[in-house]
């Protein structure tokens, strides 16, 4: 796993990379959480959905509830980027739709819209 810092508009992100699964389950976002906000000092993160377990975008196993709760009650905000139409889910399509719609969590295609976003956002 890679951490990177990028600063937009005098914010700092840190930009997660990687090619293995970092999220698995809830103390595994925990871990990567404390991880960011030690090495990097941001309250901003973007992740590839390619770092989440495939039953994050799964919501009956309530994985992506447990992870948003964690960055929810630790004040960090998160960005997915990826290609997010390959799930048929309904459920998953509004899930996505409402966190667009927030403050907290973006559903986002690539890495540049996710620091554009995270930049604004207060």
Do not use: C, W
Request: hydrophobic share 45%; no cysteine.
């Amino acid at each position: 796993m890679n951490i990177t810092k990028v600063v937009a508009n005098g914010v700092p992100i840190a930009v997660v990379s990687g090619s293995e699964v970092a999220v698995e389950d809830a103390q595994s976002a925990l871990d990567l959480l404390a991880t960011v906000r030690y090495e990097t000092d941001s309250d901003r993160m973007i992740l590839h959905k390619s770092l989440l377990s495939e039953s994050f975008f799964d919501l009956s196993t309530r994985l992506a509830g447990e992870v948003v709760q964690k960055f929810i009650n630790y004040r960090m905000k998160l960005a997915i980027v990826g290609d997010f139409s390959t799930y048929s889910s309904k459920s998953l399509k509004d899930f996505i739709y409402e966190s667009n719609n927030g403050a907290d969590l973006f559903f986002l295609p690539d890495v540049q819209h996710a620091i554009d976003r995270l930049s604004r956002v207060s």
